[in-house]
């Protein structure tokens, strides 16, 4: 199967009323098990790697090829995102890399200063073809937070995300709508009636980091409110971890403990893609 345009798969789940699911990429390993997991549950996945894991590995273009490589090579419908983008030399290397969509971030900057990096980032990306997503208010979680998800004013605003939309020709919009980066439990609790007024307000598809501390039943009902994209992250990394810490001490062999996460990742992952209605892609 080639790889799909995240513009199609996102299109194709707003059309549907459900969502697509979007997950990250560090290793090799977790491509495989998204990769394997999106064949066994029949359904497309989003493969995205943040510029964290770009970093962690002294540059996205050898992690991006060998995703690439995996989705090539794998019967399931798949799309290649680059997620949390700052730097503008990243980003610049997104199309050449295989990237069919980015995520700008500029989201701890003031809303003017967000507005002004997020639209001269869109105008270049559109120039190469590349869909993108952009974040208004603040989803809290990231090692630099400067406030959490529950502090005042830091959710987004339904009229200003209409105006944020309208300056930067964004082409989705992630929102803070109580969820937060990096959690290890579901116990987050999302404002599901400002997801439907943000919905309202604005015409492009809506996206929720954070998930892997949203309740599924909530996540479930923030899709039915209009969001679209869901992204996963810290729940991959919960399950590839502790499989490796339990196969450790019965190998040296590193195909094995590796193994042992990449398993544990393909069951979460799978899960996790049946929780949404099926789209038609």
């Known amino acids: 199967m080639t790889l799909v345009p995240t513009a199609d798969l996102v299109a194709a789940a707003r ?27 029949g359904r497309p996945a989003i493969l995205q ?16 090829a060998a995703t690439a490589e995996v989705a090539w090579r794998s019967s399931a419908t798949l799309s290649l995102h680059l997620d949390h983008v700052e730097d503008t030399t990243l980003l610049e290397q997104a199309a050449d890399a295989g990237f069919s969509s980015v995520m700008v971030d500029a989201s701890t900057l003031p809303y003017a200063a967000n507005v002004a990096a997020t639209r ?24 630099d937070a400067p406030a959490s998800a529950h502090t005042a004013g830091v959710r987004t605003d339904p009229a200003e995300a209409a105006r944020y939309v309208a300056e930067t020709g964004v082409d989705a919009l992630a ?18 009636d400002l997801v439907a007024a943000i ?19 909530q996540i479930r009902a923030a899709v039915t409110r209009g969001m679209v994209k869901i992204n996963v992250g810290t729940a991959l990394n919960v399950a590839f971890t502790d499989a490796v810490r339990a196969a450790v ?3 040296r062999d590193p195909r094995r403990y590796l193994a ?10 799978e899960r996790l893609l049946t929780l949404l209605p099926r789209a038609r892609f």
């Open 15 to 41: 059309a549907a009323g459900t969502g697509v699911l979007a997950f990250n990429v560090i290793t090799i390993e977790y491509a495989q098990a998204i990769a394997a997991a999106a064949e066994r549950a």
């Open 175 to 192: 929102v803070a709508v109580g969820s937060s980066h990096a959690m290890v439990d579901r116990t987050a609790s999302l404002d599901l």
């Open 260 to 269: 042992a996460g990449r398993d544990a990742v393909t069951d979460n992952v």
């Open 120 to 143: 001269k980032a869109t105008e270049w990306a559109h120039d190469h073809r590349l869909w993108v997503e952009a974040e208004l208010g603040y989803v809290g979680g990231k090692p």
């Open 49 to 64: 790697i943040s510029q964290n894991a770009a970093r962690y590995h002294s540059g996205v273009s050898a992690i991006a």
């Open 199 to 217: 919905r309202d307000a604005v015409p492009v598809p809506l996206v929720l980091h954070g998930s892997s501390g949203v309740p599924l039943e």
């Open 249 to 251: 001490p019965h190998s």
